[in-house]
């Protein structure tokens, strides 16, 4: 009896488990499937939505991702690495080394690879944004990242120093390029890509010098310089709105819509700044300003002397080619015997700008435009300017774009010929002695001639004494590329000892000579 009655409570109580774990089953299941529907519903909100639901208070956790990951796309790039690294290497040597003549910085007489090697380890693609833009365009934003083993030894000389083996070491990249392909209707469907570096987030480029055989401290300031070179040149011929145009499918195309074009105008007057800090032990500082937008077309005004509330009331005009992503950049410096000191950088970003409306503006002087790295965040005084933006109409966008590209051919020649050492060095270069007895780097006034040297001459530029022609036309090339505009007189002299901004910018030379 014992026996029949266990063997009844044990199969009654296996059932009512049994039961029991079904049912706890079955009420999970339809809690996650409500679930799945909610979070499936959640999913197809977008950010205007979940606004509706919660207000401005939106989970900080909340994310709206745009990049899709590409993890096969990584595994195709890593075994195709050693032969795109190739390629790559002489691409790279080909197309940057003459990048770093042309951007060459004061001081540094040559600049070139003596190894070039990208190493083993292949860049990751975190994620790409396909969208369509444009009609007939398709538009790829590419995240991209790499933390390689590259070997990169630059072989740098100087003045009165032999060549200096720098080797680039710790090499890290963080990067959006953005690649936009012209579609067409014939075979490969793709008749052009256009590429380049977005603006937004800043190209990043980390890396150590290291002096081969040698120490840094040979060339004074080696590390700024190549850091400075790096920068410029990736700001001013890869991040867009600059771009790279390469055609494809192997017939001849108009690319001329896919290439950068100005697109307007900003004439700046740089009126005065205040409270400037003090770089000197003795009396105070020599301040000047050099504004641009492209660092290729550096501007630059006359310097006070021992003055920290300089009045200047200087107009320039720089060219723009993007309103939406480029700014007006204006650095205060103090002028020195060796090397002029940094006061203060302050950035105007263009879209702030109001086409026909003039603006006055008081910027405040920053040590640095990225803060993140900076220890000293004191006041370093504020600058006053005036800015006017002004529209190209498609007409005065062709001629901007050839007085451009002459300006560039002129600043060539004065290359070649000697007077300047790169072309950075008649950008940004003041109105001094290049080499010896060499003349002024002045602003050509009458006819739209650019002079050069002490010679003054109707029509012809003149080089050291007067010897030898290098060609006229800065001035008439400097109507778009940041000439000064502040004669107010039909007077040639008056003219003549009023301009003190040029398209190579000139530190008051002409007024000097006179």
Not at 3 to 8: A, D, F, M
């Amino acid at each position: 009896m014992g026996l029949i009655s266990g063997l009844v409570l044990g199969i009654s109580f296996g059932i009512a488990l049994m039961a029991g774990w079904n049912y706890m089953m079955r009420y999970r299941n339809n809690k996650r499937g409500s679930k799945a529907v909610d979070i499936k519903l959640l999913s197809g909100l977008n950010r205007d939505d979940l606004k509706k639901l919660c207000g401005e208070s939106i989970p900080e956790w909340i994310s709206f991702p745009v990049y899709e990951q590409v993890k096969w796309l990584n595994k195709l790039l890593s075994k195709l690495w050693p032969y795109v690294a190739d390629a790559a290497e002489v691409l790279i040597k080909e197309s940057v080394e003459p990048l770093l003549e042309e951007y060459r910085p004061p001081g540094i007489t040559s600049m070139k690879f003596k190894k070039l090697s990208l190493g083993t380890v292949a860049p990751k693609i975190e994620g790409i944004r396909v969208q369509s833009l444009k009609k007939g365009q398709i538009t790829m934003d590419i995240d991209l990242r790499w933390g390689g083993d590259p070997s990169i030894i630059l072989g740098v000389e100087a003045a009165f120093v032999a060549s200096l083996p720098i080797q680039l070491k710790d090499l890290k990249v963080f990067t959006v390029i953005r690649a936009i392909f012209q579609l067409s209707e014939e075979i490969p469907c793709i008749s052009a890509v256009v590429v380049a570096l977005l603006a937004e987030p800043k190209p990043r480029i980390d890396y150590t010098l290291k002096a081969v055989g040698g120490s840094l401290t040979a060339i004074p300031g080696l590390s700024d310089m190549i850091d400075d070179t790096v920068n410029t040149i990736v700001t001013d011929m890869l991040q867009w709105p600059h771009r790279i145009v390469v055609p494809l499918g192997g017939v001849p195309i108009d690319t001329s819509e896919l290439e950068l074009k100005p697109v307007g105008k900003v004439t700046v007057t740089v009126v005065k700044a205040t409270a400037l800090k003090n770089m000197e032990m003795i009396g105070k500082s020599d301040p000047y300003v050099v504004l641009y937008i492209r660092p290729l077309f550096k501007v630059k005004t006359k310097v006070v002397d021992n003055n920290l509330n300089p009045v200047w009331d200087q107009t320039f005009e720089v060219i723009a080619e993007d309103k939406e992503t480029q700014a007006l950049i204006l650095e205060v410096f103090d002028k020195d015997i060796s090397q002029d000191k940094l006061l203060g950088i302050a950035k105007l970003p263009l879209i702030e700008l109001e086409a026909g409306k003039s603006k006055e503006c008081v910027l405040q002087l920053l040590p640095a435009l990225d803060m993140l790295k900076i220890k000293d965040k004191k006041d370093r005084g504020s600058l006053t300017i005036q800015v006017l933006y002004y529209e190209f109409n498609k007409e005065e966008q062709l001629a901007a774009l050839e007085e451009e590209k002459k300006i560039l051919e002129e600043r060539k020649k004065l290359k070649e010929a000697g007077v300047i050492g790169s072309t950075m060095d008649a950008l940004d270069g003041a109105a001094s002695i290049v080499g010896s007895g060499a003349g002024l780097v002045g602003t050509g006034i009458g006819a739209g001639v650019g002079l050069v040297g002490t010679g003054i001459g109707a029509g012809a530029g003149m080089v050291g004494s007067g010897i030898g022609a290098v060609g006229s036309g800065l001035s008439k090339a400097g109507k778009f590329m940041g000439r000064s505009i502040t004669g107010k007189s039909s007077s040639s002299s008056k003219n003549i000892k009023s301009t003190v901004g040029s398209s190579t910018p000139v530190d008051n030379g002409v007024e000097k000579a006179t």
